[in-house]
C-alpha cells in the first residue's frame, strides 16, 4: 500500500497521483539502515494556550483538542512541556514560592496552576493518558536569584539556596502527580544561556555540574523521586558567541563529570542549541535527546516560515533529536505575548468571531506526529531531493518519507522503498509525505 499527502499554501492533505516504474533510475533512496528512534512529539502547555481556549464553545473546544491529541485524530500529540511557575507566555508572572528565605519549601503551592496549565494539561491526558511530560522553570523563585526579579540576574550559589531549589522540583513532581498528572523529565532552566526581558536565570556549565552534581540528583535519590534530570533547555553557543565559546561549554562540563553524569538521562536542545547537537549525540550516544522549543517566527504564521520549520524539524530528527516539541500549540489571533512579542502558533483563535485557524505549522506537525509513531526509526536518505526530506521506519515495519519543496515549481520525485519504485511530482510551495506499508 502506498500513499502520497501533501499540504501548500493552496490546499492540505490531500492524496497525490503517482506511478509505480522499475525502469526509471530512483533519485531519492532509502538506505536500509535503522538508526535512532522517536520518542514523540509534542508541543507546550502555557496559560494564554488556555485563556484561547476558554473562549470557544465545548463542542468546537473539543474538536480542537481532539486534533491535537487524540489518537484517532490528525496530529496524536504524545509529548508535553509545561512551565514551572511562569514562561513568558503566562498572564503575568509567577513562581510557586514567593515566600522569602522559606528555604523549606512550607509555602509552596500549586494553586495557581490549576486555573489554567492543569485544565489544559488534563485535556490532554484525557485524550492520551500516555502522554509523556517535561517541566522546566524559566525563572526560580525571585528571592533565590542574585537580583529579585523574575527576569535577569541568576540562581545564588550558597549551599542554603541551591538545596532549596533542589527542594523546589522535588515539590513540584509531587504536587502535579498528586493532580493526576506525571511530570516524567525535569530540565534545568529554560534557555541557560538567556537573559531575558521575560522570566530567566542565566546558567553557565560549571553552575549546571555543580547543581546536579550536589544537590538536584542527590535529592531526588534519596526520595526516590520517579522522573527523570536531563540537561536541558540549552539554547547555545548563543547567535553572538565569545570567541572560544562552544558546545561543550555546557553540556561537556556537566556529562565529562561522572558524578554529574550519573543522575543525566537526556539532554535537551532549542533555538542555537541545533548547532551543538550533532557533536553531543556523537559524543554521548548513549543519552536521549530532545528539540525541546520550536522557533516562533512573528506571528505572520506563513508558509514560507512554515518551510523553514520543516527544516528544523529535518535537523534535529536526522541529526539525533528522539523527540520534537512544538511552542505555542493554540493562541489567540496575532500570538501576542504579556511582554509584546508576536510568534507563530500552530492554531489561532478569533474570540471576538469563535473562528478557529489551522495555520501551516500545524500541517507541518501534521505530516511527522500524525505519521511517524513512537518507536519509529530514523531512516538515512541519499540522492536528488536527500537534502529536503527525512524518512523513519514505524514498529509497524510501515516507511515515511518527508519532503519539502518550498519553491513555486513542481518537481519531479523518484523513489526507491520497500521493493516499489514510484515517481510522482512534487507541486510547488508543498510539503509531501510518501507512506510505504509493507
Sequence with gaps: MI????????????????????????????????????????????????????????????????????????????????????????LSWYSLNEHEDDYAMEHFSIERDKRYLLPYVKEALKRQPGMKLFASPWSPPTWLKTHQAYNFGRLRGDSKTQAAYALYFQKFVEAWRSEGATIHQVHIQNEVAADQKFPSCVWDGEQLRVFIRDYLGPQFAANQIPCEIWLGTINAPAFMQEPGEDYDDYAGWVLRDPKAAQFIKGVGYQWAGKNALQRTVMSYPSLRYYQTENECGDGGNTWQYAHYVFGLFRHYLINGANGYFYWNMVLESGGESTWGWRQNCMISIDPAQKKVTYNPEYHVMRHFSGLIKPGARHVPLSGALSGNAVAFANPDGSIVVNISNPYPQETRLSLAACGRQLTTWLPGNSITSVVVGN
Design 3 to 90: 500513499n502520497l499527502y501533501s499540504s501548500s499554501d493552496k490546499y492540505v492533505w490531500q492524496n497525490l497521483p503517482y506511478a509505480e516504474d522499475s525502469t526509471e533510475a530512483p533519485g531519492l533512496i532509502l538506505s536500509e539502515a535503522r538508526e535512532r528512534s522517536i520518542d514523540g512529539f509534542g508541543g507546550c502547555f502555557n496559560e494564554l494556550g488556555m485563556k484561547a481556549l476558554n473562549t470557544l464553545e465545548e463542542p468546537q473546544r473539543a474538536a480542537l483538542l481532539d486534533d491535537l491529541f487524540s489518537p484517532t485524530g490528525e496530529c496524536q500529540l504524545t509529548l508535553g512541556r509545561v512551565p514551572v511557575g511562569a514562561s513568558d507566555y503566562a
